[in-house]
Nanobody, 119 residues
Framework: VQLQASGGGLVQAGGSLRLSCAAV????????FGWYRQAPGKERELVASITAGGRTNYPDSVKGRFAISRDNAKKMVWLQMNSLKPEDTAVYYCNAEGVRTDYERFDDWGQGTQVTVSS
């Protein structure tokens, strides 16, 4: 399964960005979509996740500022990021866990998209 992420860029503090990710391949279903980020010198961390039923999860660092959404039919996920801070600067990765049409499970990552927030 391939994940194609887009939407990163440079924005001033307080601004907004919207990331998109499309899952392409022989997909039976996607159980969980997630967005992760990795800043230089830091470990990759979860930013947001959403189940097929729409249950979401956010760490405290982004709660109230970021919103994840998905379209099950289109196999797409979005991350709306508002009130961005310089500490949100990182490479953002899309992740999907699910089942392929051959009934094998998958857990795949997108290529990453850079988000830079200037102060």
């Amino acid at each position: 399964v391939q994940l194609q992420a887009s939407g990163g860029g440079l924005v001033q503090a307080g601004g907004s960005l919207r990331l998109s990710c499309a899952a392409v391949g022989s997909i039976f279903n996607i159980n969980i979509f997630g967005w992760y980020r990795q800043a230089p010198g830091k470990e990759r961390e979860l930013v947001a996740s959403i189940t097929a039923g729409g249950r979401t999860n956010y760490p405290d660092s982004v709660k109230g500022r970021f919103a994840i959404s998905r379209d099950n039919a289109k196999k797409m996920v979005w991350l709306q990021m508002n009130s961005l801070k310089p500490e949100d600067t990182a490479v953002y990765y899309c992740n999907a866990e699910g089942v392929r049409t051959d009934y094998e499970r998958f857990d795949d990552w997108g290529q990453g998209t850079q988000v830079t927030v200037s102060s």
